[in-house]
């Protein structure tokens, strides 16, 4: 008897668990999981600093929850409106859609699942439909602001496009209080300040790539001298920002701090890319300074969860 049958029956049964594992993979991808964890960085010390403590465990892992579904249905959007220039781009060559992993049906039904189930979410489990709205006003930026209108028409792109990315800690703010004020709003302009001289290093690095897809990031647009002063004057708007948030706030000298101390870093290391930009020199280090970014607006909001608990004898009032 031919063993041919069972050999192919056992091969099937084998491929199937693998093809299922990265379909999954590829719906995962297209939420872009990495820039969700940096979203929620700034979540979590917002909601402290807005309950002034911790609040319910129950309310802050619904806005995880939350925030990461609206996060998700948002860059799956992105990920669809974006496949002819992901295809293109080296860095972006292997995207599901690009790949084939995942459908561009599929995809698009995916996207709308997340962002209806994360507006339902924040209204009914969360129970606030302040943040629900705020949800809603941040796919829309994302997707309908930056990738259809911005991204593609004007070097400014990510400035006014990545207001969609300063969302989380309006979201998270109402979501405790219920309620805006100018503590978010200062908040919101720290992460607004923070994103251009944190995305165009990585801009400068993929140059090429952006340049063939022809999306006018400013990197390609304009020369490296003036994108690494523009940096410049957003990182200074930045550190004012949060300096401005220690008063309004009635922060601690912690924070104020740290802000001060990490802003100067920061600072430091856009001016330092100008000085090599003057000099003509090649090798401008400029995902080393994409790199600290993060590790910058990590350790501006770490000191803003922090301070809650120090508040009572160390307030810079």
């Not at 309310?59 to 293109?88: E, W």
């Not at 703010?173 to 001289?197: G, R």
């Not at 897809?213 to 990197?219: C, D, G, S």
Request: positive net charge; proline residues 5%; charged residues 15%.
């Amino acid at each position: 008897m031919s063993t041919a049958p069972l050999k192919a029956s056992s091969a099937a049964s084998e491929a199937a668990p693998r093809r299922a594992a990265t379909v999954v993979k590829g719906y995962v991808a297209l939420t872009k999981p990495r820039i969700i964890e940096l979203l929620l960085v700034t979540t979590i010390p917002t909601m402290v600093l807005a309950a002034d403590g911790w609040p319910s465990i129950g309310l802050l892992a619904g806005t995880l929850v939350g925030g990461s579904l609206s996060a998700g249905g948002a860059n799956a959007f992105n990920s669809y409106l974006d496949r002819d220039i992901d295809a293109v781009m080296k860095r972006t060559s292997r995207r599901p859609l690009v790949t084939g992993a995942v459908s561009e049906r599929g995809a698009l039904v995916f996207a709308w699942t997340l962002s209806i189930v994360s507006t339902a979410w924040f209204w009914l489990v969360v129970g606030s439909p302040l943040a629900a709205v705020l949800s809603v006003l941040a796919i829309l930026a994302y997707v309908v602001g930056y990738t259809m209108i911005l991204k593609r028409r004007t070097p400014q792109n990510i400035v006014w496009g990545g207001a969609a990315g300063c969302m989380p800690v309006l979201i998270g703010w109402a979501a405790v209080t219920q309620s805006l004020s100018w503590t978010p709003v200062l908040l919101f302009l720290i992460i607004f300040f923070w994103t251009p001289p944190h995305y165009w290093p990585l801009s400068m690095r993929f140059r090429g790539d952006y340049g063939a897809a022809r999306v006018p990031m400013l990197p390609v647009v304009a020369p490296t001298r003036k994108v690494a002063v523009e940096m410049i004057a957003y990182a200074a708007a930045m550190v004012v920002t949060t300096v401005a948030l220690a008063w309004v706030a009635d922060m601690t000298w912690v924070y104020l701090g740290v802000a001060v101390a990490a802003g100067v870093w920061f600072l430091v290391g856009c001016v330092q890319l100008y000085r090599r930009t003057r000099l003509g020199e090649t090798h401008l280090k400029e995902m080393r300074l994409f790199r600290d970014s993060i590790t910058y607006l990590t350790l501006v909001f770490a000191a803003i969860m922090v301070d809650p608990f120090l508040s009572d004898v160390l307030s810079v009032r």
